[in-house]
Each structure stands twice: as structure tokens, then as C-alpha cells.
């Protein structure tokens, strides 16, 4: 079993900084994509940034040029760095795990973090 923990949300003002954090423990053999969603109230959860497991990174329209995704393969950790945040950052962010092996030759599986809230104030 692999469980992700989140950290670092918080209350910020508008044009303020945060950075998650995401911790990847139990069983891993390897992680191939690591990613933040977040979910607005009333709104579906949607994919913010990605990261492989070889550094490649891609971002949704909406955060390039202020949100940061980085990894740590070596700690299984995960993190987003987030500048110039606006009111329309807030919501729930979700750290999730895609394409994990348990073992070498094990199936592909899909874990999530419980979530931390990021509120920005206008």
C-alpha cells in the first residue's frame, strides 16, 4: 500500500507564494507520473501540473509561469511551488500518483493524497 501525505496549504494574500509539498511512503518500486489537481468549490477537480519520472514537466494554462512542479525520486516526494497567486487559485489540492509499481514487474496502480486547502485573499 503507498500513501501520499500533502503539506504547506494555507491562507495567503493575493500575490503571496506557497509551496506543497507531497510525501510518497510504503511500497514503491517506482512512480512514473506525479501530479497536482485541485478542486474549487462547486468546480471538478482539474489536472494543474504534471511531472515524469524523468523530469518532464507540463502545466495547465491557467498556472504557467507562476506554478513550479519539482520532484524528488530519491525521497518519493513531490512539490509545487506557487507565486503570484491570485483569488482564483483557491481550492482543495490533491498530490496523486500515477503508473506506481509496487515491485518491478507488478501492475500499474493510482494513488491520492487526502488534499490541503490554498486560499487566496483578495
Known amino acids: 500500500q503507498v500513501q501520499l501525505v500533502e503539506s504547506g496549504g494555507g491562507l495567503v494574500q493575493a500575490g503571496g507564494s506557497l509551496r506543497l509539498s507531497c510525501a510518497a511512503s510504503g511500497s514503491i518500486f517506482s512512480i512514473n507520473f506525479m501530479n497536482w489537481y485541485r478542486q474549487a468549490p462547486g468546480k471538478q477537480r482539474v489536472l494543474v501540473a504534471t511531472?515524469?519520472?524523468?523530469?518532464?514537466?507540463n502545466y495547465a494554462d491557467s498556472v504557467k509561469g507562476r506554478f513550479t512542479i519539482s520532484r524528488d525520486n530519491a525521497k518519493n516526494t513531490l512539490y509545487l511551488q506557487m507565486n503570484s497567486l491570485k483569488p482564483d487559485d483557491t481550492a482543495v489540492y490533491y498530490c496523486?500518483?500515477?503508473?506506481?509499481?509496487?515491485?518491478?514487474?507488478?501492475?500499474?496502480?493510482?494513488?491520492w493524497g487526502q488534499g490541503t486547502q490554498v486560499t487566496v485573499s483578495s
Open positions: 496523486n500518483a500515477a503508473g506506481v509499481r509496487v515491485m518491478k514487474y507488478s501492475n500499474y496502480e493510482n494513488y
Open positions: 511531472i515524469t519520472s524523468g523530469g518532464s514537466t
